[in-house]
């Protein structure tokens, strides 16, 4: 044994020991929540929620330990005893982060595993959920089904993101031109700060509440609870899936939808999925443009509506189906419509796959050579199982301004672009020829899309795009370069909240906001 690992075996016993003498053990003891490496189920409680194939490997650093609290008084202890013994704090909710920081670090950390804390209360009528943590948006949306009929929450599609995350960093799905982001409806929120305090909005104050609204919850602490404001939605919801290939004029009508898209009532939002698959014949790839339409009525409105608004599209009933707000979501999330609710409840996917995302805006229509320059990268091999997913703004999104809270990117975006590419093999080669080739479409949008800054979602997060030293300091030069794209001018206030709430920069991963203390005091060292 190094000299190096005796000394961080040591750290962690002082940690665990930390742990058992500093927790209120009245209700349950700490020791039934905490996993190390010994312990049969650490790997298993680990693996759980992770999404990404690229993040299960053998190699990928792990936690020293991982706590699965069941109330704050555990958490406390963790970031108590974290500060004491030099470990790093990394919360987990639902596990989604694109680039695992979650549940990743170079530096000896623990997990902080919120998945025990997941109650869910609805006040039906004030219209308003408290919301743990720990819960999932399907859970919350199964909560919310089994209350009322013509309640909603304009959160995402794919049912096992945890609400911890999610809220904290914007959050939109099928409800976003009506309703706007999840964080937009955050109304009061419970959160540990680096003290250990528990604090709610009136005691947080609302700078802090500003920041946990969209800056990303882990640079300000840990985030035990939301409380939302639900919305109404109709008893009845059409959802239309209009498939058209190239022979249909895809690349014109895509680009036509560039146009209107965002312009259209904002009871009505249609996306574009474009990916590439088998042609019937020849053995060649194509690519097809799937029109997901998602309108709150009836198939009755949703027909003439597109019929002036987008008559190319050349949308007809037997591509719609009514049925309500709950099951719109299972369709997006592509599950059967008539599926059993009960779906709502997985956390972990069924097959894991490897995945790497990118994120822009466009502000102004992309000319027809842009996609034709797109479909082209997608029949090479790498681009054989990417998709990309157009998601039209406007509606609710323009009319909140820029700075209600820290996301940023409202009035003036046509729509927000995000291209994912997947595969299956296992082999770091396979995985570096396929981010190689999302990079290469990513550098090939760069005339296309917004500029000064290249804006991007903090949710579909991309260490691409800059990153924080893990070790040691980072500046505000540094931070600024990826802060600037998913906070744009927001950036400077989210760095103000973190100096005044963690001066010492406590809470930190590769994109946390840094506190400028913390980077004085190194160039005063
Ligand atoms: P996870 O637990 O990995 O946390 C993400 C980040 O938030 C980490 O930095 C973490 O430390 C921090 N964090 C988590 N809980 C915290 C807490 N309680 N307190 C403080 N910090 C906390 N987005 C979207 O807007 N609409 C959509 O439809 C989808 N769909 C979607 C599908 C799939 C398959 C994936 C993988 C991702 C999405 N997303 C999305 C992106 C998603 O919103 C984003 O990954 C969220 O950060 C996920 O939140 P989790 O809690 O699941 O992640």
Not at 21 to 43: A, F, L, P
């Amino acid at each position: 044994m190094s000299l190096h690992s005796i000394a961080s075996a040591d750290a962690q016993e002082n940690f665990l020991q930390c742990l058992l003498q500093n927790s209120d053990n009245s209700t349950t003891s700490i020791s039934k929540v905490i996993y190390t490496q010994n312990n049969s189920s650490y790997s298993s409680i680990l693996d759980f929620t992770i999404q990404n194939r690229r993040f299960l490997k053998a190699a990928t650093p792990k936690p020293q330990v991982i706590v699965k609290p069941l109330q704050v008084s555990h958490i406390q202890s963790v970031i108590f005893c974290s500060q004491l013994h030099g470990m790093q704090v990394r919360v987990r909710s639902g596990g989604h982060d694109y680039e695992g920081l979650s549940y990743i670090s170079h530096v000896p950390y623990v997990v902080i595993d919120l998945i025990n804390l997941r109650s869910i209360s609805i006040d039906v009528e004030k219209t308003t959920a408290w919301i743990q943590a720990g819960a999932t948006i399907g859970e919350l949306y199964h909560k919310i089904a089994d209350t009322s009929g013509t309640l909603g929450f304009p959160a995402g599609v794919c049912p096992s993101v945890g609400v911890g995350g999610h809220f904290s960093g914007g959050g939109y799905g099928i409800l976003l031109r009506k309703y706007g982001l999840a964080a937009d409806h955050v109304v009061d929120a419970h959160l540990i700060d680096v003290k250990g305090r528990l604090l709610d909005r009136k005691s947080m104050g609302e700078d802090l509440f500003w920041a946990i609204r969209g800056g990303g919850g882990a640079s300000f602490g840990v985030i035990v609870a939301w409380k939302v404001e639900l919305v109404t939605v109709p008893s009845t919801v059409t959802v239309c899936s209009s498939l058209r290939s190239l022979k249909q004029n895809l690349t014109q009508l895509v680009h036509r939808w560039q146009f209107v898209a965002d312009k259209f009532d904002e009871d009505l939002i249609t996306g574009v999925f474009l990916s590439s698959v088998n042609a019937s014949t020849g053995g060649n790839r194509t690519v097809i443009a799937s029109f997901e339409s998602v309108f709150l009525g009836g198939v009755d409105g949703v027909i003439p509506l597109m019929q002036k608004s987008f008559p190319e599209l050349g949308l007809v009933e037997k591509e719609c189906t009514e049925t309500s707000w709950v099951r719109a979501v299972l369709h997006h999330a592509r599950f059967p419509i008539e599926a059993s609710l009960d779906v709502l409840f997985n956390r972990s996917p069924v097959t894991k796959r490897f995945y790497k995302a990118k994120s822009d805006y466009v502000r102004e229509p992309m000319p027809e050579i842009a996609f034709e320059g797109i479909f082209e990268l997608f029949n090479e091999k790498e681009g054989g199982n990417a998709e990309i997913m157009l998601v039209p703004y406007g509606g609710k999104m323009s009319e909140i301004p820029e700075s209600a809270i820290p996301f940023p990117h409202r009035a003036g975006n046509i729509y927000k672009m995000s291209p994912v590419v997947y595969w299956y093999e296992e082999g770091s080669e396979t995985a570096e020829r396929h981010i190689s080739w999302i990079r290469k479409l990513h550098s090939f949008l760069t005339p296309f899309v917004s500029k000064n800054p290249r804006a991007s979602y903090i949710n579909y997060r991309d260490i691409d795009i800059g990153a924080n030293k893990i070790r040691g300091y980072t500046s505000y030069k540094q931070a600024s370069i990826w802060g600037r794209k998913y906070f744009r001018n927001n950036f400077d206030r989210l760095v103000v909240v973190k100096t005044m709430v963690d001066p010492h920069n406590f809470f930190r991963n590769e994109q946390s906001i840094p506190s400028l203390s913390s980077w004085r005091k190194q160039k005063d060292d």
